[in-house]
């Protein structure tokens, strides 16, 4: 009966990289699995939108997620929110990132018993100091050798392997390796 929903701020697509793609990639992947209780919220919020002939705004795509989230008590659900720290971060007004953080914190601050969230990310400023008081579990690969040797043997393999790459200078391949593999504790 467990439900999971995922979603990956995709650095390459902006329509994924802000708290209305999550928002909507959530309700998505939430109401195609379950009963007619969230066909009926879906319904009502397309109506109240004048049939989709309205673009509903960020507060009510959250108002809606909510919704869809309180008839979830038949299992768990799983958020999976994968690359947070792709999300935009731009000075002076709200930014993009800072509105994902912000819808986050009020789904964890929900304390649905039977809620999840988990999160990936690089470890940020902004959002280790949203995150850290909000996690129950936090685990760091960036300190751990094992990350940091499967990123070496990646470099080395594509240095390796590329067909352009191959036909690069023995020294420039190493020095592209060393280059590489020295700015893997910053990945």
């Known amino acids: 009966m467990a439900s999971i929903t995922y979603h990956?701020?995709?650095f390459k697509d902006t329509?994924?990289?802000?708290?209305?793609g999550l928002v909507l990639s959530l309700i998505t992947q939430l109401c195609a699995r379950r009963s007619h209780h969230s066909y009926d919220i879906l319904s009502s919020f397309y109506e109240a939108h004048e049939n989709g002939s309205?673009?509903?705004s960020e507060v009510d795509l959250i108002r809606c997620l909510k919704n869809v989230l309180e008839i979830f008590g038949q299992g768990r659900v799983y958020i999976i929110v994968d690359a947070v720290d792709e999300c935009?971060?731009?000075?002076?007004i709200l930014s993009p990132r800072e509105n994902v953080l912000r819808?986050?914190?009020e789904l964890v601050d929900l304390r649905h018993p039977d809620i999840r969230v988990c999160i990936?990310?690089?470890p940020e400023v902004d959002i280790r100091m949203v995150f850290g008081p909000l996690?129950?579990?936090?685990?760091?690969?960036?300190d751990q050798a094992g990350q940091r040797d499967d990123i070496?043997?990646?470099v080395k393999s594509v240095v390796e392997s590329d067909a352009n790459m191959r036909r690069w200078r023995r020294e420039d391949r190493q020095l592209a390796f060393n280059t590489l593999s020295q700015n893997a504790n910053r990945m």
């Not at 935009?88 to 002076?92: A, I, K, Y």
Request: charged residues 25%; contains cysteine; aromatic residues 8%.
């Open 103 to 105: 819808l986050i914190k």
């Open 8 to 10: 990956y701020f995709d």
């Open 152 to 154: 070496i043997n990646y």
């Open 54 to 56: 309205r673009q509903p």
């Open 135 to 142: 996690a129950s579990h936090a685990v760091s690969l960036h």
């Open 120 to 122: 990936t990310s690089r």
């Open 88 to 92: 935009p971060t731009n000075p002076g």
């Open 15 to 20: 329509r994924k990289q802000d708290c209305r």
